[in-house]
């Protein structure tokens, strides 16, 4: 099955790669063309992901969010480690069934849905299924009358880089009557969810979900359901510099004190959560390439400039917001909790430095990574940007608007994931891994990814290059 779903996704072999261990891997980059942006992805960083979560969390259930990242290679490794995983229309929870997943491994964690997509779930299977108002138990009640409920819970997450409690769930006041509907409908509610945004900036935020929860649960028992299963959505931050650690909300933190006191373990109720960016941010490292520039100068700008002014440097990239930069251009600082540290630890260190706007490649003036200028030494067409954590809502946002293709992702592979999915799926090519990469025509010098290491800034910058021209630079 695993092998079917991931052939099945090769209809543009430009877009997806994957870079096996052996010596053939080294004319993979020198098959594409010089100026295409593309990512490196480390399959193995997604198992160590994994085992983390479940050590931070042990009584928490995974359930992955496909929404972040739907690389079929993702989600047969996180397939073959048992993950769960959370679903938001057909064509997701198609993905995950063709997989061969069992269908009790999938929550449908959209509160509105489709008929058509609700009738399908009904199918195939798919039980656990979110509501966040009456008139989505009206539809439930028509299509897929056997399916288990969750009330999906609005929550304070003002605080985070992404909410989504303007769009989703129920007032705490709303749920009483919602749970009396339902019961009323003849549907069976096992329990309540929530999600405090994506990228939460503030801990504190569970605690109050959570203890929320627990008054769903004593409505629910009210009247008459059996609950039993609590999901605590995602929001858990991908990196170390984005804010608050993933410690310190887990076992070290608020998640578990909370789960402790509300809904401890002789309860019995089953916990989830839906996490996402937490297994993928870290997973890619994007390269793109400066396809063109010039200096925006003011009026009387020379004269300016010949007496120490400065012009603002405008840098044309081949990915911007239509690809890779979907989310992530809009709040500079929340992309990079501190995008000049990187910066600064890499190249700033060269002055002079120059305000610098970084466009994509199309047609629309709005087409830029950052709505800030960032200040950067002069950098020359060819040069390559290296931009770190960028597995999360990247390749699974961006579109061909223009005709820009998204970047290609380059997959690596070692021991770990190589025996999750097994010879049939990852032939066989040698020993070692190892993967080129290139730029403005000249091509750097081969680098082998150690195991258990995943690629960073740091390893790519350690390329020494063979040519001339276009150099490689970490943002």
């Known amino acids: 099955m695993l092998k079917s779903a991931v052939e099945g996704k090769r209809h543009n072999p430009r877009r997806q790669q994957l870079v096996l261990r052996g010596s053939g891997t080294s004319s993979l980059l020198e098959s594409e063309a010089l100026q295409d942006p593309f990512m490196l992805a480390d399959l193995d960083m997604l198992a160590s992901r994994h085992q983390a979560f479940c050590q931070a969390l042990p009584q928490v259930s995974p359930f992955y969010a496909v929404k972040c990242n739907s690389s079929p290679w993702v989600l047969c490794v996180l397939a073959a480690l048992g993950t769960g995983f959370d679903c938001a229309s057909q064509v997701e929870l198609e993905q995950v069934l063709g997989l061969g997943v069992a269908p009790s491994r999938i929550i449908y ?101 959570i203890a929320d929860c627990r008054c769903v649960f004593e409505m629910g028992h009210g009247a008459g359901h059996d609950m039993s299963c609590l999901d605590i959505g995602g929001g858990f931050p991908g990196t170390e510099d984005s804010g608050p650690k993933f410690e310190e909300m887990s076992w070290q933190g608020v998640i578990s004190a909370a789960l402790a006191q509300d809904f401890p373990e002789e309860r019995g109720v089953k916990v989830i959560a839906e996490p996402g960016r937490f297994y993928m941010e870290s997973f890619c490292t994007a390269a793109v390439n400066i396809i063109a520039k010039k200096a925006v100068l003011e009026p009387g700008g020379w004269a300016r400039m010949a007496m120490g002014g400065e012009a603002t440097l ?112 990852c032939l066989p090519l040698g020993t070692g891994m190892q993967i ?30 063979l040519g001339t021209r276009g150099s490689l630079y970490c943002l």
């Open 109 to 209: 964690a959209n509160p509105s849905k489709p008929a058509s997509h609700i009738r399908y779930a009904a199918r195939h299977g798919v039980q656990l299924l979110t509501f966040d108002s009456e008139e989505e138990l009206t539809k439930v009640a028509q299509h897929h009358p056997g399916a288990r409920l969750l009330l999906r819970l609005r929550t304070q997450d003002r605080q985070s880089t992404f909410p989504l409690s303007t769009k989703f769930g129920a007032s705490l006041e709303a749920c009483g009557h919602l749970l009396t509907s339902a019961r009323d409908l003849g549907l069976a509610v096992v329990g309540a969810s929530f999600y405090v945004g994506s990228n939460c900036q503030t801990p504190q935020s569970f605690t109050q979900a």
């Open 314 to 425: 405008m840098y044309y990239l081949n990915d911007g917001h239509y690809g890779s930069f979907r989310l992530g251009h809009r709040n500079l600082l929340s992309f990079f909790s501190d995008p000049l540290s990187y910066v600064t630890q890499e190249f700033c260190s060269q002055p002079p430095l120059f305000p610098c706007t970084l466009y994509g490649p199309t047609c629309d003036a709005s087409d830029r990574l950052f709505l800030e200028d960032v200040r950067l030494p002069e950098l020359d067409v060819g040069d390559w940007l290296v931009f770190p954590s960028m597995g999360a809502y990247t390749s699974s946002m961006s579109c061909s608007f223009n005709g820009f293709l998204p970047a290609t992702i380059c997959y690596t592979m070692g021991v770990t994931a190589w025996d999750l999915l097994g010879e049939d799926l």
């Open 436 to 465: 080129l990469a290139v730029g403005s025509g000249q091509v750097y010098s081969e680098v082998t990814k150690s195991e258990g290491s995943g690629w960073s800034s740091e390893s790519i910058l350690d390329m020494k290059r």
